[in-house]
T-cell receptor, first 113, second 112 residues
Framework: EPEVTQTPSHQVTQMGQEVILRCVPI?????FYWYRQILGQKVEFLVS????????KSEIFDDQFSVERPDGSNFTLKIRSTKLEDSAMYFC???????????FGQGTRLTVV | GQQVMQIPQYQHVQEGEDFTTYCNSS?????IQWYKQRPGGHPVFLIQ?????EVKKQKRLTFQFGEAKKNSSLHITATQTTDVGTYFC????????????FGTGTRLQVTL
């Protein structure tokens, strides 16, 4: 069964450093998303991407965040200057259509120290 | 912005007991989806409800969408230890992004 894959599974970074989280969505999907989940809390929407551009972003997704789909298969989330409060599990998701089920990757646990 | 609340926050049941989680939205929903997240895992899609008053069943799981499309529920009959996890409802934004606004989640613990 096709799945969304994310790398790395765990990243530890120093405050102020840049990190890039990588995702390979399911190949025939058109919508791509990043969500994050702080330990023990709900899943929060960060950004959606469709037709090679950002469709919507949340208040969390400030100027420190950016997304790219550099080569038609990868989908990346960059955090330019990490803060302690960026520590969370980051999930990539994709869906075939705009109103269909979302498939989530296994997540990247980001720890900022 | 849209708020989606779930109760209870946590429930501990003995295997074989029933379990229900309730989801309430501050606004009328177009669609609602339900996801299950096992401990240490990622959200996995369970079902989508679209119509007012809709009821769908998956084996021991029964999902309902309220008549006013502002609430939903998930009922599990005769829980098993494999049901352990957190159950999230998620409001579907049917605008361009179709983002999901997740509920606060209900963590289910099942013991023998």
């Amino acid at each position: 069964e096709p799945e969304v894959t994310q790398t790395p599974s765990h990243q530890v970074t120093q405050m102020g450093q840049e990190v890039i989280l990588r995702c390979v969505p399911i190949s025939n999907h058109l919508y791509f998303y990043w969500y994050r989940q702080i330990l023990g809390q709900k899943v929060e929407f960060l950004v959606s991407f469709y037709n090679n551009e950002i469709s919507e972003k949340s208040e969390i997704f400030d100027d420190q965040f950016s997304v790219e789909r550099p080569d038609g298969s990868n989908f990346t989330l960059k955090i330019r200057s990490t803060k302690l409060e960026d520590s969370a599990m980051y999930f990539c998701a994709s869906s075939r259509g705009g109103n269909t089920e979302a498939f989530f990757g296994q997540g990247t646990r980001l720890t900022v120290v | 912005g849209q708020q989606v609340m779930q109760i209870p926050q946590y429930q501990h049941v003995q295997e074989g007991e029933d379990f229900t989680t309730y989801c309430n939205s501050s606004t009328t929903l177009s669609n609602i989806q339900w996801y299950k997240q096992r401990p240490g895992g990622h959200p996995v899609f369970l079902i989508q409800l679209v119509k007012s008053g809709e009821v769908k069943k998956q084996k021991r799981l029964t999902f309902q969408f309220g008549e006013a499309k502002k609430n939903s529920s998930l009922h599990i009959t005769a829980t098993q230890t494999t049901d352990v996890g957190t159950y999230f409802c998620a409001a579907v934004d049917t605008g361009t992004a179709s983002k999901l606004t997740f509920g606060t989640g209900t963590r289910l613990q099942v013991t023998l």
